[in-house]
């Protein structure tokens, strides 16, 4: 992998249970070891030419959605029904991860 990255949103980093990732939008770049926030831009860079370029198309139909506790959860569209990994889905078979992602493709965020 080439870096730095270029992401339409500004990247963050993301520790869980050992774990270090640098999340930008939909890019996501997992490192073996851990870094400081003054370090991101080695690896990704927030472009502002590409926000304008990132179109969801009927193709997409799988994304990783980052939850609000920093987990990480598989939210796919198949011919009009919508899922998530995630626990709530489980229970109640609709969720924030999904709603969210429906906004984002409408365009109302």
């Not at 997409?60 to 899922?83: A, F, M, P, Q």
Request: overall charge positive; aromatic content about 10%; charged content about 35%.
């Amino acid at each position: 992998m080439n870096y730095p990255v270029k992401s339409a949103h500004v990247p963050a980093i993301w520790r869980h249970k050992g774990e270090v990732r640098i999340i930008g939008g939909d890019k996501m770049i997992v490192l073996d070891h851990d870094i400081s926030y003054a370090d991101v831009h080695k690896f990704m860079i927030k472009d502002d030419t590409l926000l304008k370029k990132q179109i969801f198309t009927k193709k997409d139909t799988t994304w990783e959605v980052v939850g609000s506790k920093g987990d990480i959860y598989t939210v796919r569209c198949e011919e009009g029904h919508w899922t998530c990994e995630c626990v709530g889905y489980g229970f109640r078979r609709r969720c924030k991860h999904i709603a969210s992602k429906k906004e984002k493709i409408e365009g109302k965020q």
